[in-house]
Nanobody, 117 residues
């Protein structure tokens, strides 16, 4: 059974930081492209960042220079370090695992991030 379990969300003031974690089980973690997406109220889900098997990363323009995605294949965990948070970053953040070779696309249940004073 595949599980992606996010943690680390919460309420933070503008300019603050949070670190999200996503613990994966039931998959060969190192073989998957891991990503973080977010969905704000009334908006479509959007890609925030993703990290490929070899460690290559890419980011949405809105978070470049503020967010950092990383992965620990030994711990089957992907992280999203979020700095200089802005109210516009408020959303539910979802972990995603994709394998094009196997046709797999798995999602976590999401964690709420609220940036507000």
């Amino acid at each position: 059974q595949v599980q992606l379990v996010e943690s680390g969300g919460g309420l933070v003031q503008p300019g603050g930081s949070l670190r999200l974690s996503c613990a994966a089980s039931g998959i060969s973690f190192s073989a998957y492209v891991m990503g973080w997406y977010r969905q704000a109220p009334g908006k479509q889900r959007e890609l925030v960042a993703r990290i490929f098997r070899g460690g290559t990363t890419n980011y949405a323009n809105s978070v470049k220079g503020r967010f950092t995605i990383s992965r620990d294949n030994a711990e089957n965990t992907v992280y999203l370090q979020m700095n200089s948070l802005e109210p516009e970053d408020t959303a539910v953040y979802y972990c995603n695992a994709v394998s094009t070779a196997w046709g797999h696309d798995f999602w976590g249940q999401g964690t709420q991030v609220t940036v507000s004073s």
